[in-house]
């Protein structure tokens, strides 16, 4: 189970309780910080709203749990709305716009750099978060010369051969994979008694896929009666832990990679001009 603000993560990597000369004194070549990103939006009748939020910081925990202690890794206070207006219209969702979401990141970065650290970590767990996450980056990396990374936990993989290859591929909103995971780490979270099943018709289409390949814009009404798109009925806790087990061993090895990581060694050398 996963209790806020206790362990390693809190007690030793969240850079908030240190103090302004703590932080000044860091060690900061390879020091990476993570800015968790999730949403507060309806996850049908059986998941809080809270669901992205709280994967993403149970998520940071289990892995800050496995880092050496000497790896330069520290957490930022989690964001915890997004750009959910695809969910408006279903009780409970709350959205910030765009512009606001892409503004706070912009501003947190920017104090970021003058605080002296160089790396940084968008850590989202909102789907609706993907594409704008994405060019803020870039936009952090050409404003601050800053080395931006940015992640999604589910696309570390881990659910293969836990999760049925279409709800891997359709149950992108509180269905098995979601609904598991808070299982797993909140179990008083989830309202068992109201588990619903609804994915979208998308059988036959060659092309089409709501996520890759080719997409179309949509609402959550679009695609759904009762706000999710997935078989919650099929979700087991045990399910969640094996997930959570293994994407946070992933995380953790990764999380390692990017404080040793340096940009300039990617750019290529030409092999010779004429």
Not at 120 to 137: A, E, I, M, Q
Not at 162 to 170: N, S
Not at 194 to 211: D, I
Request: charged share 20%.
């Amino acid at each position: 189970m996963f209790t806020r603000y206790e362990g390693v993560a809190w007690e030793e990597r969240f850079l908030p309780r240190l103090t302004g000369k703590q932080i000044k004194e860091l060690p900061k070549e390879k020091a990476l910080v993570i800015l968790p990103i999730g949403a507060v939006e309806q996850h049908g009748p059986h998941l809080p709203v809270m669901t992205d939020a709280l994967i993403g910081e149970a998520t940071l925990t289990q892995a800050l749990e496995m880092l050496p202690t000497d790896a330069q890794v520290w957490l930022l206070p989690p964001i915890a709305y997004g750009k959910s207006n695809e969910h408006l219209g279903f009780p409970g969702t709350v959205s910030i716009s765009a512009s606001t979401l892409q503004g706070l990141v912009m501003d947190i970065a920017a104090s970021l750099k003058l605080s002296g650290f160089g790396k940084l970590l968008l850590f989202n767990t909102h789907g609706g978060n993907v594409d704008l996450l994405n060019v803020v980056s870039r936009e952090i990396r050409i404003a601050h010369d800053m080395t931006v990374f940015y992640l999604s936990p589910s696309s570390l993989g881990g659910a293969e051969g836990v999760i049925d290859p279409e709800e891997l591929e359709y149950g992108i909103h509180g269905g098995d994979y979601e609904t598991s995971i808070v299982m797993a780490i909140k179990p008083g979270w989830v309202q068992e008694q109201f588990l619903v099943s609804e994915l979208p018709a998308m059988g036959g289409k060659k092309f089409l896929t709501l996520e890759g390949r080719i997409r179309f814009a949509w609402r959550m009404a679009d695609i759904s009666a009762t706000g999710i798109c997935g078989d919650a009925t099929k979700a087991t806790a045990a399910k969640g832990e094996i997930v959570q087990m293994r994407v946070t061993a992933i995380l953790a090895e990764a999380l390692a990679e990017l404080c040793e990581f340096d940009i300039a060694d990617v750019r290529g050398v030409a092999e010779g001009t004429r």
